[in-house]
């Protein structure tokens, strides 16, 4: 990963970081419904980890936001080029480890590396993250339960680094597979219409997994 300096003075949203970043709570999160039935249904047909896959679209529509990527470094912001995500990986007996993983490579490759890297992180069985914490997601899962909203820690009010949250899923009224996908966002860096494109482009992210060909 590598990561540029945005310059401050050209900065079209200098104003909007400069405010946020005064409040007590500057994080601004959503919590939406994807249509999760066409992934579910391709994932059980060829063996896939649906966790797995659902990430890999969650962090490549994450890496396709410039604002994604921006991470607050004192009183400037620095972007990275691409982003890895640090996920929640159960261990087996009520806890759970973090696991580093990259995701700018080809589906079938990718599953097989994460499949690999899981492995290898359960048997390290830490909580410590990687040196680099700062280029990367968070995420976290609440299988369990379908939900409606959720509330993350943070570790203050400088910490950018956005988190993705997902739940149980369910069937819609028309019998679709609904699954609630959370994302948190420091407001210094992010609006709600890049929350929004967030969502848009993991559609775009799922039916790309599906529709590849060489499968």
């Not at 310059?7 to 970043?21: E, I, L, P, Q």
């Not at 959503?30 to 999760?36: E, L, N, R, S």
């Not at 087996?92 to 690999?116: K, N, Q, S, V, W």
């Not at 959370?182 to 529709?211: M, P, Q, W």
Request: charged fraction near 25%; include cysteine; aromatic fraction near 14%.
């Amino acid at each position: 990963m590598e990561r540029r300096s945005v310059d401050m003075s050209t900065y079209k949203r200098k104003a909007h970081f400069d405010y946020f970043r005064t409040l007590a709570y500057p994080h601004v999160g959503v919590t939406a419904d994807v249509d999760v039935t066409n992934l579910i249904t391709f994932c059980k047909e060829k063996g896939y980890s649906f966790y797995l896959s659902f990430m890999h679209a969650a962090a490549l529509a994450a890496d396709s936001i410039g604002e994604f990527r921006q991470r607050i470094c004192g009183d400037g912001i620095v972007e990275y080029d691409e982003c890895g995500t640090s996920h929640t990986e159960s261990v087996g007996d009520g806890t759970y480890c973090y696991c580093t993983l990259y995701h700018h490579m080809p589906f079938r490759e990718y599953i097989r590396y994460a499949e690999a890297e899981r492995q290898q992180c359960r048997e390290k069985n830490s909580i410590e993250e990687d040196e680099n914490v700062e280029g990367l997601y968070f995420i976290s899962t609440l299988p369990w339960i379908p939900y409606s909203a959720i509330i993350q820690p943070t570790a203050g009010r400088e910490d950018s680094n956005p988190r993705i949250t997902w739940g149980k899923y369910q069937k819609d009224y028309a019998g679709r597979l609904m699954l609630p996908v959370t994302v948190l966002c420091h407001h210094a860096l992010v609006d709600g219409i890049h929350l929004s494109r967030f969502y848009t482009n993991l559609d775009t992210e799922i039916h790309k997994i599906i529709e590849q060909s060489d499968f």
